[in-house]
């Protein structure tokens, strides 16, 4: 299927299912993913599928300038985004001077934009780093990946590109103290002939005792939206996410439902 790249290091502004208006930030190559996961449902297809590999990242300097100049067109427009997204062609994290972006996109969201949020939507692989973790607790949307309560199914469906720990993970999602989203995708379909779904009852109970674990503020889920990388992927039912979101609240979590 036909998955795609973003082309700029800033973009949108897009209407964002979970988040409203969002202004983009891609802080990998603007040809090519780069990420730690390798998801089978990634719209960004699969990594080193797509892009000719010279690109480089974004410098600091220039991720700067590129918001400050969007976000002045913007004001000069009358426009202002709900919220700045950091997510892009891969695991935003990843960038070399993600904290120090993450200060500037503060000072120019304070200037230009107060009552804009911002947001990081990452796959939980970068939380060893305390600069990344000490970023993340600056801003006001932190939100994390959790496909599954179970090992298994994360090394299918997400493919760490690393030694993956879910217990070391998810003592690492506590460490934030509440201060977190946790996002997960549900999947449906089949891969070279298996079940590659994470809605059976061991996913969704584990998944469930990990949230009363991590207790995030808030639970995000939602369900493919367009091309993956596979034919084979299904989206899931608006009714079976919100079965599932039902089961999460009756646990106290607050959960959003994107179908
Ligand atoms: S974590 Fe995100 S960017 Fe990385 S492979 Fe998965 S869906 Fe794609």
């Known amino acids: 299927m036909s998955t795609f790249l973003f082309d700029k290091t800033v973009f949108g502004p897009v209407m964002s299912r979970r988040l409203g208006v969002s202004l983009g930030m891609n802080l990998l190559p603007n040809n090519r993913k780069v990420c730690s996961f390798d998801c089978i449902y990634c719209e960004c297809g699969l990594n080193g599928e797509l892009g000719d590999n010279k690109d480089v990242m974004p410098t600091r300097m220039e991720v700067k300038e590129r918001l400050a100049a969007k976000l002045i067109d913007m004001q000069k427009e009358g426009l202002k985004p709900d919220v700045i997204t950091f997510a892009g062609n891969g695991e935003p994290t990843l960038h070399p001077e993600f904290s120090a972006i993450i200060n500037d996109t503060i000072e120019l969201r304070n200037a230009h934009c107060p009552e804009a949020r911002i947001a990081v939507l990452s796959n939980a692989s970068r939380l060893h780093k305390k600069e ?38 998810i003592a690492q999602l506590v460490d934030f103290k509440g201060q977190l989203i946790i996002q997960t995708m549900f999947v449906a379909g089949e891969l070279e002939g298996k079940d590659i779904s994470n809605l059976s009852d061991a996913d969704i109970n584990s998944w469930l005792d990990a949230l009363d674990i991590i207790k995030p503020e808030k639970v995000m889920i939602y ?6 990388p596979y034919n084979s992927l299904k989206k899931v039912p608006l009714d079976t996410l919100k079965a599932i979101a039902n089961k999460a609240e009756k646990r106290g979590h607050i959960v959003s439902v994107s179908g």
Do not use: C, H, M, W
């Open 132 to 169: 990344v973790v000490e970023a993340l607790l600056k801003i006001d949307d932190n939100i994390q990946k959790l496909d599954s309560g179970l090992k298994e199914t994360i090394l299918r469906l997400d493919q760490p590109n690393y030694a993956f720990d879910l217990e070391k993970t």
């Open 223 to 228: 369900t493919i939206e367009r091309d993956t």
